[in-house]
């Protein structure tokens, strides 16, 4: 008696090229199925010498091999600016302004509010030209918070010159 050379139950996918991929139990071909690697005019090799028959002769394999495959695309790089929503990252002077006008709100360091405005104005105007680097928010709040910041200082240094008049 002579002993066989695969385990029952195995089988291999013969492509129309000649190309034959396996031994491998069904659940394994049905998963190549369901990953879209096996096509649609390959033929299943019974490993146990059975008749050689198309995938589609395999009740379980037609029903998959016909539909979509269902595996998941790779993973998705994300775009350049894809938190550019919540951050102008594409903005850079909205973004810069934006800090100033929030660190200009400290004492001492309002000087840094009409720096803040004009940076304002330029992200402002790089956000009209270039809408996908976004922004504008981030932009009117370096413009509106410079703007005060700068009148509050312009108010405070005119009252101690006054303050110190004879």
């Given at each position: 008696m002579e002993a066989e050379a695969s385990a029952p139950?195995?089988?291999?996918?013969?492509?129309?090229?000649?190309q034959e991929f396996g031994p491998a139990v069904m659940a394994q071909i049905l998963q190549w199925g369901r990953e879209g690697r096996v096509p649609?005019?390959?033929?299943?090799?019974?490993?146990?010498?059975?008749?050689?028959r198309s995938v589609l002769a395999q009740p379980q394999l037609k029903g998959i091999i016909q539909a979509p495959p269902t595996v998941s695309p790779g993973v998705i790089a994300p775009t350049p600016r894809s938190s550019s929503a919540l951050i102008p990252t594409g903005n850079p002077m909205a973004l810069i302004g934006y800090y100033l006008a929030v660190a200009s709100l400290i004492p001492g360091l309002g000087i840094l509010g009409p720096v803040?405005?004009?940076?304002?104005?330029?992200?402002?105007?790089?956000?009209?030209?270039?809408?996908?680097?976004?922004?504008?928010?981030?932009a009117w709040i370096a413009i509106i918070g410079g703007t005060l910041i700068s009148l509050v200082y312009i108010?405070?240094?005119?009252?101690?010159?006054?303050?110190?008049?004879?």
């Open positions: 139950g195995m089988f291999k996918i013969r492509l129309s090229d000649g649609i005019d390959s033929l299943i090799v019974p490993e146990d010498g059975s008749p050689i803040a405005f004009v940076l304002g104005i330029l992200g402002l105007r790089h956000a009209a030209r270039f809408p996908e680097a976004k922004g504008k928010v981030h108010m405070i240094i005119i009252v101690v010159v006054i303050a110190n008049l004879p």
